[in-house]
């Protein structure tokens, strides 16, 4: 399947790899599947499928903050038919703000790998803000 983007032109993706958001993303719940398009590792592309200006840049929170943590509640696995902690991916959106990199570790994607569908969450954790500085991103030979 092709897909138009306005930051990559027009790419070639698996049908199979698209991730459903069922509940759309905050701000974009009209934009329902999206792909996960590799960049710099550890940095990925979430894209919209069917809008080509709507992309986020998204990391593994674990690899930016080791010590990051979080409980994915009962109803979520449910919600996203997480049978196995192993088919669940993590991601959290990045952003720059005043030539800052920042993380929203308080609103993680939890992502069902097998099923490819996912949600953004909120966390009830005052540990984790919207907005956390990156001091350094880890090469993929780190």
Do not use: C
Request: aromatic content about 10%; hydrophobic content about 45%.
């Amino acid at each position: 399947m092709k897909i138009n983007t306005t930051r990559f032109g027009e790419i070639e993706i698996e049908e199979g790899k698209i991730i459903e958001f069922p509940l759309g993303i905050p701000g974009f719940a009209h934009l329902k599947r999206y792909i996960l398009l590799d960049y710099k590792d550890p940095i990925k592309w979430l894209h919209a499928v069917d809008d080509p200006d709507i992309a986020f840049i998204v990391a593994e929170p674990f690899v930016l903050f080791p010590d990051y943590s979080l409980t994915i509640e009962d109803d979520i696995e449910e919600f996203l038919e997480i049978k196995d902690a192993l088919d669940t991916a993590i991601l959290v959106i990045l952003n720059v703000t005043e030539g800052q990199l920042n993380a929203n570790l308080k609103a993680p994607i939890v992502v069902n790998t097998s099923k490819f569908k996912a949600m953004q969450i909120i966390l009830d954790d005052d540990r984790y803000s919207f907005r956390v500085p990156v001091s350094s991103i880890p090469s993929a030979n780190d």
